[in-house]
């Protein structure tokens, strides 16, 4: 040091940066760390969120003139509810599932100025329980999946017309997937505004999985799992515990948010159990599931008709009317008519009214008139056969049907009606040139098959009886053939009827149906 006291020529150090460098590197730190916590709380905040309603849409006629639908011949008074299936509303135009906030609010509007009233799942299930008719038109507006579409399109439109619905959750999605799905508080502000109740559509076995080695994917709420880790399919233990463990946890989802306990289950999917890995024993047991849980379960799928009544209360299954993005009101309420039950007195003359039939098989023909005459089956056709109003008639008991039968040859043709169509039980009449046989494949009948000889004729008069403990048949006024109903409930064995017409013969000589009364 020089005698001044100064540090003489050294150069100078630079000052020293280690203090900024650990101050930025702490920063840095404190950011990376409280990364997860600011994207939970955000995320938290994005799923706890209720979002802003959309204004419904302008009323599809503001002038006060008729609204959408109103050429549409309303469905008889006094019948039982019918069950709509939606899913989701919104502008979004990609998926047929999701109906347009405009076509939501004509459908309302169209079913209000027809004198339709909705029910709440209470009223509904009342009506599964006791069988009473609500009101003269109802129906029960349903949703699945939750989305969110439900709080920001349909609810508004629901409050402008003064209705009620029910959303289905999948719990396990409940905020989850924002804004796909509906948060819990989104869910409770609908559940206050007494509009909506909530019931049950699994927790997280609303999803496809691989259901064998090949990678086929199917609903895993319906099919045993394929489990690659260990090569081989679930047990039937191991499937009925997972389902059984999803079912409870849907209903603690929704109980826990101070919701009341569902009393209705809709099938993800509408997967029917027929088309499932699922074996009889598997299928009932889940069937036992629900039932031990719910009143009845939803599906738009099901292997035979089962509108809101009787027949499908003891099934404990409804099957509902689908609305999709292509729904239109008008369209809404022909459906509605077509479900819509009838009496065997409504019926008069059936094939006087061709829109009443439903053509079975893949003839590709609509309406009775391979039946009658008015058209040939197709070339390469051996059968056809049509049912009449399978949704209207679904819950008859007690009705007569008088027809004659013309163009029967030999044994090459016969003319064929199904008795309690649709029902776990029908019976089969069929009619030949000189033979005439009643079937039954229900093993809790007193038998299987009742023949009889007819005088050989190319026509013959038919009538058959149909009551909840027999069927009843003769042709040409002489008593043919009868079989007795099991130890089955009235309403298990309830149903309309169908004809057909059978044609084997190398001339192709079709029998038909000339006339037919029901009452």
Known sequence: ???DGSRGNRPRRRPDGRPLLRAALGLLTAAVVALPFTAAWQYDTLRRAVAEQAAPPAPSSGDGGP????????????????VLAYHDVGPDDRSRYTVSPEHFDAQLRALRDAGYRTLTTREFTGFLRTGRTPGPRTVHLTFDDGTHGLWTHADPVLARYGMKAAAYLITGQVGTHRPYYLSWPEVERMARSGRWDFQAHTRLS?????????????SVFTNRLWLADEGRVETSDEYRRRVAADLDRSIRDLVRHDLPRPRLFAYPFSERLDESNLGARDADALRSMLRERFTATLTNSAARPLPAGPRAAAAGQVQRLEVTRDTTAAGLLRELGRWATVTPQD?????AHPAHWQTTGATGQAGPGMLTGGSRPPAGTAYASADYRPFATADWTDYRLRTAVGGLHGTSNSAGITLRAGSGHPVSLSVGHHTASLTTADPETTGDRRSCRLKPSATHRITVSVTPRHV???VDGETCAA???GRWRVAEGAGGFSLSVRNDGPERQWPRFTSLKVG
């Open 1 to 3: 040091m020089s005698s």
């Open 67 to 82: 609204g959408p639908g109103a050429d549409v011949e309303p469905a008889p008074a006094g019948n039982a509810p019918v």
């Open 206 to 218: 609303h999803e496809r999985a691989a259901v064998d080695a090949a990678g086929h994917e199917r």
């Open 347 to 351: 019926a008069d003359r059936p094939l």
């Open 472 to 474: 009843r048949v003769s």
């Open 483 to 485: 079989v007795r109903a």
